[in-house]
């Protein structure tokens, strides 16, 4: 016990290198002076435990940029030249994601891209029916355009559109006006710092993936880990966010989403997904029921 209460004078710089360490050894002393040695080591061991599940809740959150035109990609917060990405947000989460960070995972995804599907899902609902309608339509756009020249009664120069097309002209306007159409389309998650993940942890990415892309947010995964790809595999999550959503490196996300920004393509493989999946798996995660009435009133108003 001498060399222990020696050792209290070091609890100052312990605490200043690490304030978890600091006190997993301030709890093992105080509970071995006034208890016992054996009640001290447990005690320690259970509270160690705690420290390590706060660290995987409350690590490291940060959203990446930049360095100009470079592959480049760091914390923004840590160097003044990084820039995000145009209409690309790249997120990273350091720790594993798994049943006691699910949670804080899903969380952190909302308030670092600006945009939470909770709050912003009954606006976007009007949008994205008409989205659909405007990918359901546009291969028959020029088809439907009637010009009728010199009609009886008529301007004999004028020309009269198909109301249907007018109606896809206001649909494909309502989506250049949309919040989430102009500014983020796409999240990069960086899952380098992913360690392991367990059920709830997929269960957690799908679901995210579900709700942004009900809001036409495209969601990428990159530097993910081989063993954590077989448990996506194994695990069915393909069906939402598929394979070819997967990156190697940052750099390659960020190039795949500017050339589909550039070919100004809609996002709608992953909401088609995750449509089918609700439809297999029977259940009503929140969103499922409503991609479905969304199709259904959709494709009646396209027949």
Known sequence: MTSTFMKFKDLKKLWKVSICDALIWLVVFLATC???????????????????????????????????????????????????VDRIKIIRFDGPVYFASAESFQNTIYRLSGLDPSKTKHHHRHHHKHLIIHCCNKSRKQADD???????????????????VQADAETEQTAQNSPTANDLRFIILDASSWLFIDTVGIRAITNVVKQYAFLGVEVFIANCRLSLLRHFETSGAYAVLPADHFFVTLHDAV??????????????????????????????DGCGSDFEEIFEDSVLEVL
Do not use: C, W
């Open 34 to 84: 006034f208890i016992d040695i054996p009640f001290g080591l447990v005690t320690g061991f259970g509270f160690s435990l705690l420290t390590i599940v706060y660290r995987s809740q409350y690590g490291g959150r940060t959203t990446l940029g930049r360095a100009g035109t470079t592959g480049i990609y760091s914390e923004l917060k840590r160097f003044d030249k990084l820039e995000e």
């Open 255 to 284: 190039l795949v989403a500017q050339d589909y920004l550039a070919s100004n393509r809609p996002v709608v493989s992953s909401l088609v997904s995750a449509v089918e999946v609700s439809d297999k798996n029977g259940k009503n």
């Open 146 to 164: 009637v010009t009728l020249e010199g009609s009886p009664g008529g301007d004999p120069t004028g020309s009269v559109t198909d109301p249907q």
